[in-house]
T-cell receptor, first 111, second 119 residues
Framework: SQQGEEDPQALSIQEGENATMNCSYKTSINNLQWYRQNSGRGLVHLILIRSNEREKHSGRLRVTLDTSKKSSSLLITASRAADTASYFCATDGGSNYQLIWGAGTKLIIKP | EAGVAQSPRYKIIEKRQSVAFWCNPISGHATLYWYQQILGQGPKLLIQFQNNGVVDDSQLPKDRFSAERLKGVDSTLKIQPAKLEDSAVYLC?????????????????FGPGTRLTVL
């Protein structure tokens, strides 16, 4: 079953603009991860945020986590054509650290 | 550092035939996962190994799917017989468990996947 739900399903923006994607989940988690998938590099880990963290940065990426609302957001600043990909959130609330994935947000960066 | 290797990259078979996929995880990674990803969806966990033992296979259709990880390194996933609805990308991932960290959590490294088409 899919726990995470990304919103929007698809997003198209101009290069240089910021892109924001949201993820909602249903049960308590230990941590939440964001991954990117494109045809060139496959599925790649971007960032992990733990349940006791509220915000995390990595380069042009900013992730927030609100455990009271069971939601997370991924912000990509100053987008580039290479950011065109599908972005997935994955939550890890199981005792065996299994990841449960959302359906993803498809991001298109227009030149 | 070499990544997760998978083969074949593409496979086309007819329904009721059998197929096998192979995965070589990153050296030293104790945990190995097989996922099924249907077009337009996120990955769905089929089976998780810790070394050569199965941790979770609750979503593996055991009447037709089987997987093994002999010697705790390479793994194979088999489908026999295949159905039309098995058409998907089969992803293998591995991770290095990080014991002792509060809340656990670790990233998974994915292979390029095998795109299976069942006709």
């Amino acid at each position: 079953s899919q726990q995470g739900e990304e919103d929007p399903q698809a997003l198209s923006i101009q290069e240089g603009e910021n892109a924001t994607m949201n993820c909602s989940y249903k049960t308590s988690i230990n941590n939440l991860q964001w991954y990117r998938q494109n045809s060139g590099r496959g599925l790649v880990h971007l960032i992990l945020i733990r349940s006791n963290e509220r915000e995390k940065h990595s380069g042009r990426l900013r992730v927030t986590l609100d455990t009271s609302k069971k939601s997370s957001s991924l912000l990509i600043t100053a987008s580039r054509a290479a950011d065109t990909a599908s972005y997935f959130c994955a939550t890890d609330g199981g005792s065996n650290y299994q990841l449960i994935w959302g359906a993803g947000t498809k991001l298109i960066i227009k030149p | 550092e070499a990544g997760v290797a998978q083969s074949p990259r593409y496979k086309i078979i007819e329904k009721r035939q059998s197929v096998a996929f192979w995965c070589n995880p990153i050296s030293g990674h104790a945990t190995l996962y097989w996922y099924q990803q249907i077009l337009g969806q996120g990955p769905k966990l089929l089976i998780q190994f810790q070394n050569n033992g199965v941790v979770d296979d609750s979503q593996l259709p055991k009447d037709r799917f089987s997987a093994e990880r002999l010697k705790g390194v390479d793994s194979t996933l088999k489908i026999q017989p295949a159905k039309l609805e098995d058409s998907a990308v089969y992803l293998c991932a591995s991770s290095l468990r990080l014991p002792g960290l509060a809340g656990g959590g670790f990233e998974q490294f994915f292979g390029p996947g095998t795109r299976l088409t069942v006709l």
